[in-house]
C-alpha cells in the first residue's frame, strides 16, 4: 500500500486549500486514514482522521469547524479541506493509514507542503 499526499501550496490567510492523499494497493482490512501535520522542530500533530468504511470524522480541536476531513471509497482517496488558514496552519501535511491488524498508523505518505503567508 502505498499513499499520495498532494495539493499544497501558497496561500495567504483566510484562504482556503484542499488537500488529497491517494491510496493505491489493497485497501483490504484499512481502518482508519489520518491527517497529520509538522513544521520544524515541532513534534508531528494530530489533525483529523476517518473511519475508512463508516466515515464518523474526527479532528483536532485546534482545526474543528475550519478542516473537513471526507474520503471517496470508490477512487480510493481521502480529502482534507481546510477553510480560513491561518498563518499557524502552515505544515507539511502528511496523511497516513491505520490497518486492523496493525496497533497505529502504519503506512505514511510523503506529505504536502501548506504555506500561509500574507
Known amino acids: 500500500v502505498q499513499l499520495q499526499a498532494s495539493g499544497g501550496g501558497l496561500v495567504q490567510p483566510g484562504d482556503s486549500l484542499r488537500l488529497s492523499c491517494a491510496i493505491s494497493?489493497?485497501?483490504?482490512?484499512?481502518?482508519?486514514m489520518g491527517w497529520f501535520r509538522q513544521t520544524p522542530g515541532k513534534e508531528r500533530e494530530f489533525v483529523g482522521s476517518?473511519?475508512?468504511?463508516?466515515?464518523?470524522?474526527k479532528y483536532a480541536e485546534s482545526v474543528k469547524g475550519r478542516f473537513t476531513i471526507s474520503r471517496d471509497r470508490v477512487a480510493n482517496v481521502m480529502y482534507l479541506q481546510l477553510h480560513g488558514l491561518r498563518p499557524e496552519d502552515a505544515a507539511v501535511y502528511f496523511c497516513?493509514?491505520?490497518?486492523?491488524?496493525?496497533?497505529?498508523?502504519?503506512?505514511w505518505g510523503q506529505g504536502t507542503l501548506v504555506t500561509v503567508s500574507s
Open positions: 497516513a493509514a491505520h490497518f486492523r491488524m496493525a496497533t497505529d498508523y502504519n503506512i
Open positions: 494497493g489493497s485497501r483490504r482490512s484499512l481502518y482508519v
Open positions: 476517518v473511519n475508512w468504511a463508516g466515515g464518523d470524522p
